[in-house]
């Protein structure tokens, strides 16, 4: 088992919906991470968050320690929101441990 | 736009060969990870640096080395190369101690291809 597993895997949604994407890890963190990679590689930090929630723009994140998850919500989604969404935890030490990923496709 | 730039952008290798892959840090940044991401799959950590000093390694064997130089700039060094090493590489810096909780900065990632 994966330390850290996301879900869906993948996620076809109409512009305009609200997306939840998922993430739940199996260790101890210091942080988690929401990331966001377009085709071509280059990757976005989005938020990092130990605790609570945080909101940027028509993002949200939210963390729930004692359950060991979080999850990334995007409202009103656009097509340009489309790439793959990666969440990677920060447990003791000083490497991040990377999700899979959720490709998100958001058609118009 | 993170500030933080690779090179080269694309490479092909053959099975044997030795590569270096280049990162450019942004100005400040103490810390720099590199990690390996295969196609379809989330980035795994190869090791970090952090005033020129490897501060922690993931599970990549010896063939895979890393230089930090003072400005700012860093190398991925992978020898003997084999077909499995064909995947995306990213750097990432930050300014914090390793094992801070500072935001990390990712450049564009260097596709290597190995034949």
């Known amino acids: 088992k994966n330390e850290v597993e996301q879900s869906p895997q993948n996620l076809t949604a109409q512009e305009g919906e609200f997306i939840t994407i998922n993430c739940s890890y199996s260790v101890g963190i210091s942080a988690l991470h929401w990331l966001q990679q377009h085709p071509g590689g280059g990757i976005v930090s989005l938020f990092m968050?130990?605790?609570g929630k945080k909101k940027h723009g028509r993002l949200i994140a939210t963390i729930n320690i004692q359950e060991k998850h979080s999850s990334l919500h995007i409202t009103a989604s656009h097509p340009r929101d489309s790439a793959v969404y990666i969440c990677a935890v920060r447990s003791g030490g000083n490497k991040l441990v990377f999700g899979a990923g959720t490709i998100l496709r958001v058609k118009s | 736009e993170t500030g933080v730039t690779q090179s080269p952008t694309h490479l092909i290798k053959t099975r044997g060969q030795q590569v270096t892959l280049r990162c450019s840090s942004q100005?400040?940044?103490?810390?720099v990870s590199w990690y390996q991401q295969a196609l379809g799959q989330g980035p795994q950590f190869i090791f970090q640096y952090y005033r020129e000093e490897e501060n922690g390694r993931g599970n990549f064997p010896p063939r895979f080395s890393g230089l930090q130089f003072p400005n700012y700039s860093s190398e991925l060094n992978v020898n003997a190369l084999e077909l499995d090493d064909s995947a995306l590489y990213l750097c990432?810096?930050?300014?914090?101690?390793?094992?801070?909780?500072?935001?990390?900065?990712f450049g564009p990632g260097t596709r290597l291809t190995v034949l």
């Open positions: 100005s400040g940044h103490n810390t």
């Open positions: 968050l130990s605790s």
């Open positions: 990432a810096s930050s300014w914090g101690l390793a094992g801070s909780t500072d935001t990390q900065y």
